[in-house]
């Protein structure tokens, strides 16, 4: 009974070790991310975010929240857990050592005496003849005679003091961890058991492994269909307009795959009537374009009206299927939309470099998205050459409240942001007629909205200048400064249902071109991944250079210094193109803000290659004066018209390009102005 009883604790404490090993630590791991999020969540706190409702605790949505089914599953695993924790201590009480004195109710070292007088005060509770109880029998033959043996017999007693058991020394015995069940199998229990056995560590990981293979066959690591990546490669062209990138953005599998309903074809059409301006249709031949529209395939004509009817707020129009298929769109545009600047960022010239055009007009949907702003907004219109696009994304701002500021003078949204706030809340109440609240809600938004600074060069490692063929290393650091002192936050986004964090795409590359040279993603909401990460390649750039574990050791921690304050270290490498000088600029675009994405000048300086390996080097002071001279100069001459925003002039281009420090591979920039790219049809 006790070794039955044993096997079965030890079947139970091999249940909870294989339970406790995953759990434990992924549950940690959970509360740390959850922990992680919760430090994340500072978002906008003007009253349309309020309304909106997606940052709302209420105790339905925290119940909703956790009630997931991973976390349900946790915490029924760790129930069985505490309950298992709790059998096993109560089976480990039952399963007692032999202790003969205790059995008999008296203390160590007692006499034969008293041993005798206990021995027949138990006999007349538990003996058979004096009690028909079968479990008082049982426990008078297996203890109250046993210990009475092994207290009365010399033998018995000799042995029990010397090996702890009446009947002398034990063999050792060993415990399988199996339910008694298992045990005391008959055949037919046997064949149960097998079918068990089969289905559990056969038929069960057999099934996962078809699930997750058919899963991964079709989706990305991303959660995009592979068929999506193969449209969206197919359609990228070089020369993608701006205002093109929305036909290739939709022909996505994922929206492709959504049902188009007949109750749908009404709705649809008033909708249509609703954005019709937005379409780019020519009026002139306003039929014949209205039916091409419609002869395109149900669901590109669906996503395109439900976009546009995001854009221009009409969402408040549809009915409730096409609000649900409207809602699904917009989960999964972030998601599409990082993958769409990636394809357009593959290398596909002769010299491997990616497209800039194409890539900023997806960066700029992704703008108009998460701000719900039309694309027409961002027409050059009244003098203003970056559009209006940056103050419609502004609580309580419309086109009439941007006519009203441009009469006192407010030509850019970059002069709006730069007026003293006293000044701006006059002009806000007295000229634009909002509230005072709708005035504290726009300063709320402006204190949220980043500034950028890059701090750019490129260089050869432990070489002085640039040869032909050099692995040329591309150091930057990016620096985000709000007026509200944050680093990491949310986008003011209440046309948008779902978080978004914000995310900065820079490039290096040549406008003139269409190439891209180097391309990174960075955030700046986990500031651990990026202390990490800087600290490694300051660290291995500065072994390269074969610094000291002192110099090591300072580098690395005016890198953490600089991450801290809200810096983040972008590092590529490129190989040296050909001689001569290259004018490149750098690009550092959000993809959720309208008007803070900056550019910065780059000259890059290549010298030809020296012969049999010996290295040119560049003057220290007559040949980098004249770079800087010639580079003034020409600053003044560089155009970018051709790739351009459409939406956009010149007058922007011109106004930045006297911002940047330049000299040979170094820029630096601080400022927080539009970046228009992209050139006309």
Not at 16 to 22: E, G, Y
Not at 363 to 384: C, D, F, T, Y
Not at 637 to 664: F, L, P
């Amino acid at each position: 009974m006790a070794a039955a009883e044993e096997n079965s604790s030890l079947f139970l404490i091999f249940i909870l070790t294989m339970i406790a090993l995953p759990l434990v630590p992924y549950t940690i791991m959970r509360l740390c991310r959850a922990a992680n999020v919760k430090a994340k969540t500072i978002h906008c706190r003007c009253s349309g975010c309020h309304r909106s409702g997606k940052y709302r605790k209420s105790i339905y949505k925290r119940i909703s929240n956790f009630s997931t089914c991973s976390n349900l599953t946790i915490l029924l695993l760790w129930i069985v857990m505490i309950f298992l924790v709790y059998y096993i201590k109560h089976v480990s009480r039952e399963v007692q050592v032999f202790e003969p004195y205790s059995i008999l109710g008296l203390e160590s070292g007692a006499s034969e005496s008293d041993i005798k007088k206990s021995y027949r005060r138990l006999s007349i509770q538990y003996h058979p003849d004096k009690n028909p109880d079968p479990e008082a029998h049982k426990y008078f033959v297996e203890f109250i005679s046993k210990a009475y043996q092994a207290l009365t017999d010399p033998v018995s007693r000799e042995n029990y003091e010397k090996y702890g058991h009446p009947d002398g020394r034990q063999g050792m015995q060993m415990g399988i961890a199996l339910p008694k069940f298992l045990l005391n199998m008959d055949g037919a229990s046997g064949g149960i058991m097998l079918l068990g056995i089969v289905g559990l560590c056969i038929l069960l990981p057999l099934m996962i492994a078809v699930i997750y293979l058919s899963r991964s066959s079709k989706y990305t690591g991303n959660y995009v269909m592979h068929q999506t990546l193969s449209t969206y490669y197919y359609f990228m062209k070089p020369s993608l307009a701006p205002s093109k990138v929305m036909d290739v953005f939709i022909k996505a599998a994922e929206y492709m795959e959504m049902p188009v309903r007949r109750s749908d074809d009404e709705p649809l059409q008033k909708l249509f009537v609703a954005v019709r301006s937005e379409l780019n249709l020519d009026l002139k031949n306003i039929r014949t374009e209205q039916a091409k529209f419609w002869k395109q395939h149900p669901s590109l004509v669906k996503m395109e009206l439900l976009i546009q009817a995001h854009l221009t707020g009409e969402s408040f129009a549809l009915t409730p299927a096409l609000l649900k298929d409207y809602r699904h769109m917009l989960e999964l545009a972030p998601r599409l939309l990082d993958e769409l600047v990636k394809i357009a960022l593959l290398p596909r010239s002769p010299h491997g470099f990616g497209w800039l055009r194409p890539a900023i007009g997806v960066i700029e949907l992704s703008q108009n998205i998460i701000q719900a702003v039309p694309l027409s907004a961002r027409k050059a219109s009244g003098g203003n050459s970056e559009g209006i696009a940056p103050f419609l994304q502004l609580p309580h701002f419309t086109e009439t409240v941007v006519k009203k500021i441009a009469r006192k003078k407010i030509r850019s949204f970059q002069e709006f942001c730069d007026m003293p706030v006293e000044e701006r809340a006059t002009l806000l109440t007295q000229v634009a007629g909002l509230s005072d609240e709708g005035a504290q809600d726009v300063e709320l938004v402006l204190e949220m909205i980043p500034s950028i600074e890059v701090d750019i060069k490129c260089e050869t490692e432990g070489e002085e200048g640039i040869q032909e063929g050099d692995v040329v290393t591309m150091y930057a650091w990016v620096s985000l400064h709000r007026r509200n002192g944050l680093t990491a936050a949310l986008p003011h986004a209440p046309s948008f249902p779902f978080h978004k964090e914000e995310n900065f795409w820079l490039l290096l590359a040549d406008a003139a071109s269409n190439e891209v040279w180097l391309s990174q993603k960075v955030s700046f909401m986990d500031e651990t991944t990026a202390i990490t990460a800087a600290s490694k390649a300051i660290q291995e750039t500065q072994e390269a250079l074969g610094a000291s574990a002192k110099e090591i050791g300072i580098a690395v921690r005016e890198a953490v210094d600089r991450v801290k304050k809200g810096s983040r270290l972008v590092m590529g490498k490129f190989q040296a193109p050909a001689e001569g000088t290259h004018n490149l600029t750098s690009f550092c675009l959000c993809d959720a803000w309208i008007g803070c994405d900056t550019k910065t000048s780059l000259k890059l300086k290549v010298l030809k290659r020296s012969r049999a390996g010996t290295r040119g080097h560049v003057a220290e002071e007559g040949p980098v004066a004249e770079d800087g001279i010639e580079e003034e100069e020409e600053e003044e001459e560089e155009e970018y018209d051709d790739y351009e925003s459409e939406y956009s002039d010149d007058e922007e281009d011109e106004k930045s390009k006297g911002k940047g420090k330049v000299a040979n591979g170094v820029a630096h920039q601080k400022a927080n102005s539009d970046i228009d790219s992209g050139s006309d049809d």
